[in-house]
């Protein structure tokens, strides 16, 4: 069973990877892959209804994800649709692809920290499409910003679905996993600036703008300021209604939603119908990329049919007991997080560490957040910013394999070395 499992993955994770030498959409690819790991493990299973649990709580576990996608589209939708990011795009003056790089790059990292990788990418490609008319240029700006987002979500208990586990699960604490894995983060994003920085010439050419359709939307100054920071101050409402309510972010980002569902309703009461509806939520929601969301859904039902099946907790026991090494261990499951989702990895590892052996703010959890937060980055669907970015700019898998990831994997090292060398340096005798 677990061997038939596996060669579905594998071939469904090929497709993926080779959309455009088979001419067979990825999402197509993703859903099929999904749907037929779960048949084989139920069919050559003897408790069918078992499985059928297992599937029903994964489900309920992927549902909370999509709809988080979903409404954090459709709030940056009708922030577009108002116009909204041009009070941060009028401020990005320069056309230089450098300095412009630098700037997007800095700007992820931190907004990734204070909202979360998956919702700081789909604000920063939308971003991307305001300032960048050339796709080359821009889907290369986008694989550097997933590289961004991963990095910045790393050391922020909020910034990252990684981070948010172990410190719910009390492993780490969140103001010393701030302290003890900003630099290495910061040196993962920087150690592929610096590479990119080299060879990047020129400026970018900027989106040229109709005037006769500029102001189409019929939205005023004052209408576009609220729109806008009411839909950015939902979204950085999230991590704090989590922490008060104990829900999960899918409820805050559906809150958020629902306010700014009313704020806009109430700006544009007074509007005729046609006006109306060009800047309505509901005019948001068609608007929403549904292929990149059904995409997530189809790689995540895959992954979750390892995971009930045994065979990441099999993996993980099997690195322990041949590795043993931490040094060696984290990295590897950092690596393998760009293969499958770095939920259920780390879902293993606390089953397989226990917190008696290894103390909150321990040595092996906060290497941990930080390989499984930015090892994702190497592969485009390795995590949830890069299946977004995917899903919205349709990026082209080898494509990001070839011109990213190696960036990623220098990224990734540099940052692991650097948290290394500091935890022996400064911290050697507190774990």
């Not at 996608?69 to 320069?94: K, N, P």
């Not at 987002?149 to 790393?154: R, S």
């Not at 070839?402 to 935890?423: D, R, T």
């Amino acid at each position: 069973m677990n061997t038939l499992i596996i060669c579905i993955f594998i071939l469904g994770y090929t497709a993926i990877a080779f959309e455009n030498s088979i001419k067979i959409n990825k999402t197509a690819a993703a859903l099929l892959t999904g749907v037929l790991c779960w048949t084989a493990y139920i069919l050559l299973s003897t408790d069918k209804q078992l499985i059928a649990a297992q599937l029903n709580e994964r489900l309920g576990e992927l549902s909370g994800i999509l709809f988080f996608l979903m409404g954090a589209m459709i709030i940056v939708e009708l922030i577009d649709a108002h116009d909204g990011f041009d009070i941060i795009t009028s401020r990005i003056t320069t056309v230089n692809k450098r300095r412009l790089l630098w700037i997007i790059c800095l700007l992820t990292f931190f907004l990734s920290a204070v909202l979360d990788n998956l919702t700081t990418a789909i604000i920063i490609v939308s971003l991307l499409r305001k300032l960048i008319d050339n796709r080359d240029d821009r889907i290369y700006f986008t694989g550097m910003v997933i590289i961004a987002a991963n990095a910045g979500g790393a050391w922020s208990p909020i910034g990252d679905v990684t981070t948010t586990m172990l410190w719910i699960g009390g492993q780490i604490s969140p103001v010393n996993i701030m302290l003890k894995l900003f630099i290495p983060s910061l040196a993962c994003l920087i150690v592929p600036l610096l590479i990119v920085s080299i060879k990047l010439k020129g400026n970018i050419s900027s989106p040229v703008l109709n005037p006769l359709e500029t102001k189409k939307n019929g939205a005023t100054e004052g209408e576009k300021k609220i729109i806008f920071f009411t839909g950015l101050g939902g979204l950085i409402f999230v991590p704090v209604f989590k922490t008060i309510t104990h829900l999960p972010p899918f409820m805050g980002v559906l809150l958020a939603l629902g306010i700014l569902w009313v704020v806009s309703e109430l700006l544009h009461s007074g509007k005729e119908k046609k006006d109306k509806d060009a800047l309505s939520a509901i005019n948001a929601l068609r608007r929403i990329d549904v292929q990149s969301i059904l995409f997530f859904l189809g790689i995540l039902t895959a992954i979750s049919a390892l995971q009930s099946a045994g065979l990441l907790t099999e993996l993980a026991l099997l690195m322990n007991q041949k590795i043993g090494n931490l040094n060696i261990i984290v990295p590897a499951i950092g690596l393998l997080s760009a293969v499958v989702d770095n939920v259920p990895l780390i879902a293993a590892s606390t089953g397989m560490y226990d917190l008696h052996t290894y103390p909150q703010d321990s040595y092996i959890w906060e290497f941990l957040a930080y390989c499984a937060g930015t090892g994702g980055s190497i592969l485009i669907i390795g995590s949830a910013a890069g299946v977004a970015a995917m899903g919205m700019e349709k990026i082209d898998f080898i494509w990001y394999l070839k011109k990213i990831g190696w960036l990623a994997v220098l990224g990734f090292i540099a940052g692991s070395l650097c948290y290394i060398v500091l935890e022996h340096l400064l911290y050697s005798g507190h774990n």
